[in-house]
C-alpha cells in the first residue's frame, strides 16, 4: 500500500513529459499536494489530510498507468 512519502518522491524527483492520463495524474498529485500544504499553513489539517489521501489515491492509479505503459523491454526475465 502507497503512502504520501510515494507521492512525494515522485514530485520530487521532477519527472516531466508525460503524455495523456500519466501527465493528467502526475498534475491532479501535484495540485493535491499543494492544496494540503496550503490547508496545513491555514491550521486546517483535517482537510489537509483529506487531500493527502486524495494524493495517494492518485499516485496508486499513476503506479498502475505506468506499469501498462512498459513494454517487454523494461523487463529482466
Known amino acids: 500500500m502507497a503512502d504520501f512519502s510515494d507521492v ?3 514530485l520530487d524527483s521532477d519527472l516531466e ?7 493528467e495524474l502526475y498534475g491532479r498529485m501535484d495540485r493535491y499536494v499543494e492544496v494540503a500544504s496550503v490547508l ?4 486546517r489539517g483535517d482537510d489537509a ?7 495517494v489515491d492518485t499516485y496508486e492509479s ?3 498507468a505506468i506499469q501498462l505503459k512498459k513494454d517487454a523491454e523494461d523487463y529482466e526475465f
Request: charged share 40%; glycine share 4%.
Open 62 to 64: 499513476f503506479e498502475v
Open 40 to 43: 496545513d499553513s491555514a491550521g
Open 8 to 10: 512525494e518522491n515522485i
Open 49 to 55: 489530510e483529506y487531500f493527502r489521501e486524495l494524493a
Open 17 to 23: 513529459n508525460f503524455e495523456n492520463e500519466l501527465d
